[in-house]
């Protein structure tokens, strides 16, 4: 399977992003908008969002405890799993008002 291109223009766009539920079961199709070599600053447009299957949940939506997403920690230099929910957005805020 492959994600599906934006008909909205970028300049360079995202090219077609293969889909594996191997390999990778939540994939980005991202954009081009500017690179500044100087900065190193990279400014992307994501186009499309693609995901297996078994990570969804019943009403369609991406199910988090399935996907069971990684981020890099830069301080130890390691993969971490993100797990639990620890707040409500646009929820939690307003109690500190």
Known sequence: ???QKTAEPLGKTA???PLSSKSCRWR??????QY????RRLVGKIVNVSAD????DADGK???DK??????DPIHNTY??????VGNAFHDGLKLK
């Open 67 to 72: 996907l069971q997403p990684i981020t890099f």
């Open 62 to 64: 991406i199910d988090p």
């Open 28 to 33: 980005w199709s991202v954009g081009l908008i």
């Open 15 to 17: 090219a077609w992003t």
């Open 80 to 85: 971490r799993r993100l797990s639990e929910t």
């Open 53 to 56: 299957e078994s990570v969804l």
């Open 1 to 3: 399977m492959y994600t």
């Open 36 to 39: 500044d070599p100087e900065r």
